[in-house]
């Protein structure tokens, strides 16, 4: 029997994160704006993600990309991200990956030293400035959408820990942000399973007793992603803070989560304690590092937003084809409860 489905992927991490990229075999996605279409993949599409995220041709510890036609007339192209329970609107790793593929491959034209490309993701347009020499993308930084706190110190009971403490912040997705050690943790890798276990255990009790709405696009609401942070330090180089995202359905990020230090600026501003312009550098649990700043205020709906700017780098890995054998038993793959904490229960092995 001839292959059901095959597609061009560059494999690619920024910062540790995994982020591959399908640049062909998806020629377009029904759609009038890219959000419109990031619905459609979720609604009536929603095998492709399966078949490259879960195993046996994905992992528990990734993220991927496809590669459209904009429909915003200033962007150079148009994606939309993937990841194992949800299409996030933004993702700032993702970005920065997708750029950096864009531009080293020659899908968009590089510039020395700088190119200036702009992206259509399904919450808005992205700006993104690459610093590029020798074929390299350096450095990738993206203007992000405004970024603004719902809630700060909100009250949440949680079963076994009591009440915690969590703010809840708009960075592309919607966060909720809790202290590491208000429930005896801390961001390290040795904690990993606790991080997991005890952020999915919050992130479940915030969902229950919250229902966050954007202003401005209402389906877009609720939280669904959580940030363990550490305390913000003075440094030489400007103000500095490590921290953690849980990403269901149980790992952490392995970089230092692009819309989650989009949502983390918008609370410390929240709290005065970064000002418009200060260098902020953002550290995950592997100790890598995005660096970001403030570049401006602005007002989404009713709520003071800040306009975040963040940059990384990513690193190609692998070319590769993907490919579904049509006589293959696992057309949607499967999850295996050893490493997917949260296996699907049709796909449980």
């Known amino acids: 029997m001839p292959i059901a489905r095959s597609f061009n992927v560059v494999g690619i991490h920024t910062a540790g994160e995994v982020c591959d990229v399908v640049t062909g075999g998806v020629l377009d996605v029904p759609g009038k704006t890219m959000f419109e279409k ?146 005896g943790l801390k961001v390290d890798s040795s904690q990993g399973r606790a991080l997991v276990e005890v952020g999915e255990r919050i992130k479940s009790a915030v969902q229950q007793h919250t229902d966050p709405i954007h202003p401005e696009n209402p389906a877009i609401r609720g939280v669904s992603i959580l940030q363990f942070t550490e305390p913000l330090r003075d440094t030489t180089t400007g103000k500095a803070a490590s921290n953690t995202v849980v990403v269901s359905p149980g790992r952490l990020d392995r970089s230092p989560c692009g819309t989650g230090t989009c949502a983390r600026l918008a609370v410390l501003h929240a709290r005065s304690l970064l000002k418009v312009g200060e260098t902020f550098r953002h550290q995950s649990v592997i100790g890598t590092e995005f660096v970001a700043h403030i570049r401006g205020t602005a007002q989404v709906g009713r709520y003071p937003a800040v306009l975040p700017t963040v940059k990384g780098s990513s690193w190609i890995t692998s070319y590769k084809q993907i490919v579904l054998d049509s006589t293959d038993p696992f057309p949607a793959g499967f999850r295996v409860g050893d490493t997917w904490r949260m296996a699907s229960p049709k796909m449980q092995v």
């Open 38 to 183: 990031m619905m459609h993949m979720w609604q009536k599409a929603d095998s492709l993600r399966l078949l490259l995220m879960h195993e046996p041709r994905g992992s528990s510890a990734m993220c991927a990309n496809i590669i459209l036609p904009p429909c915003n007339a200033e962007a150079h192209a148009g994606f939309l991200t993937m990841e194992h329970e949800e299409y996030p609107p933004m993702s700032g790793a993702n970005t920065i990956a997708v750029a950096t593929v864009l531009l080293e491959t020659g899908m968009v034209p590089m510039q020395e030293p700088i190119t200036r490309i702009g992206l259509d993701a399904a919450a808005g347009l992205v700006t993104v400035t690459a610093e590029c020499e020798g074929g390299k993308c350096k450095s990738v930084a993206f203007d992000n959408v405004p970024a603004f706190v719902f809630a700060l110190d909100l009250e949440i009971p949680v079963p076994g820990l009591g009440v915690v403490k969590v703010d809840i912040a708009w960075g592309g997705m919607i966060y909720a942000l809790v202290d590491a050690s208000s429930v």
